[in-house]
């Protein structure tokens, strides 16, 4: 795509402003891993009015890809029962599907996908019991690879929005957007 996808304009905020803007509702704590154009993402961050609920976690390891992120990010929500794994590139997603999703949580799973039309989208609900797992796997892991494991008790929500499918790559994509 060649543009940085968090300051991407959507709806008069950046792309990350809106995800933050999203999750004030529903999140204690909002957890924003950077690596490339950290303090960019900060000081775009940093404008809204909720931004003390905001922590920034810098991932020295970002070349090595999303896992390590998420890696990463965990090490600060140590204390959390559940957090909710949100790609950058889901500003879309309407306000009410956040609070529809965390409804979903129960005692029987440990991870929830939000899906459409059958087909698995994010973001991810992922319970304080898969934390260690996903913390101490390869850096070249993947939640797909972490997904197979046995411990992993996975729920898939079949819900009406198709956003979860987005994943902004291209300027095609940004365009239909």
């Not at 709806?11 to 402003?17: A, C, L, M, R, V």
């Not at 529903?26 to 940093?46: F, Q, R, W």
């Not at 799973?109 to 059958?118: A, E, V």
Request: net charge positive.
């Amino acid at each position: 795509m060649k543009k940085f996808k968090p300051l991407l304009p959507f709806h008069g905020n950046s792309f990350i402003q809106n995800i933050v803007l999203k999750l004030n509702s529903v999140c204690d704590k909002i957890i924003i891993v950077t690596g490339y154009k950290a303090n960019t993402v900060e000081e775009n961050v940093e404008q809204l009015i909720i931004h003390s609920k905001v922590e920034f976690v810098f991932n020295k390891l970002y070349k090595k890809g999303m896992f390590t992120s998420l890696q990463k990010g965990l090490s600060a929500v140590a204390e959390s029962d559940w957090i909710l794994y949100h790609f950058v590139d889901q500003p879309g997603l309407p306000d009410k599907f956040y609070t529809e999703f965390i409804q979903k949580v129960d005692d029987l799973h440990n991870w929830i996908q939000p899906s459409y039309k059958k087909q698995a989208g994010h973001p991810i609900l992922i319970h304080k019991t898969l934390f260690s797992l996903i913390a101490s796997a390869s850096p070249e892991s993947s939640l797909r690879e972490i997904s197979k494991i046995q411990t992993v008790k996975r729920k898939f929500w079949e819900c009406d929005y198709k956003e979860i499918l987005q994943d902004i790559d291209t300027d095609k994509d940004y365009a239909k957007l």
